[in-house]
């Protein structure tokens, strides 16, 4: 399976710390895409980072990888309560992406 | 930006019942997929389709099908409806045109699927 694993499966901290996810997959991939998800809304899209690139940025948010590991982190900094939600990597391999179980990440005011 | 839209954004069949899904896709983005999410779950690809040809099928029901149309919208078609079906369902689109970033998926609000 092509599918992307996270770890923690939960993350809960305060406000104002910064957040770390990390994903592992298994196969070669085109790119790697990272979405959050509020409790049973849409699937809302982070960040896309290619199998060519090592790290990138978008605001609050840095996502790395290391395609030689098959892994990829997300950090968080500055959190804020409203960064309460699950996030989830997906892997695209050919033209689908994998889902894997996702972090649930709390951020206490 | 404009964005994915999908409708109904709620629907509650019985079983056995048949259900047609909505998407349309953003703008000048060639590709849409379909993906559902059951309770507690990971999204699970359906299907895809560029250019109104089906591109990658994923788990799929055989109960279900789709298609894409002339206008690059599509359809997702559930019969004989079970109430393992209950989920949301997704429709994400994208471009795979030079110059767009390939395969950058933009997901729909969700249609929430209840069999009752």
């Known amino acids: 399976s092509q599918q992307g694993e996270e770890d923690p499966q939960a993350l809960s901290i305060q406000e104002g710390e910064n957040a770390t996810m990390n994903c592992s997959y298994k196969t070669s991939i085109n790119n790697l895409q990272w979405y959050r998800q509020n409790s049973g809304r849409g699937l809302v899209h982070l960040i896309l980072?290619?199998?060519?690139?090592r790290e990138k940025h978008s605001g609050r948010l840095r996502v790395t990888l290391d395609t030689s590991k098959k892994s990829s982190s997300l950090l968080i900094t500055a959190s804020r309560a409203a960064d309460t939600a699950s996030y989830f990597c997906?892997?695209?391999?050919?033209?689908?992406?994998?889902f894997g179980g996702g972090t649930r990440l709390m951020v206490k005011p | 930006a404009a964005g994915v839209i999908q409708s109904p954004r709620h629907l509650i069949k019985e079983k056995r019942e048949t259900a047609t899904l909505k998407c349309y896709p953003i703008?000048?983005?060639?590709?849409v997929y379909w993906y559902q999410q059951g309770p507690g779950q990971d999204p699970q690809f359906l299907i895809s389709f560029y250019e109104k040809m089906q591109s990658d099928k994923g788990s799929i029901p055989d109960r279900f099908s789709a298609q894409q149309f002339s206008d690059y919208h599509s359809e997702l078609n559930m019969s004989s409806l079970e109430l393992g079906d209950s989920a949301l369902y997704f429709c994400?689109?994208?471009?795979?045109?030079?110059?767009?970033?390939?395969?950058?998926?933009?997901f729909g609000p969700g249609t929430r699927l209840t069999v009752l």
């Open positions: 703008p000048r983005h060639d590709t």
């Open positions: 997906a892997p695209l391999s050919g033209n689908m992406l994998t």
């Open positions: 994400a689109s994208s471009s795979r045109t030079s110059g767009a970033i390939y395969n950058e998926q933009f």
């Open positions: 980072i290619r199998s060519n690139e």
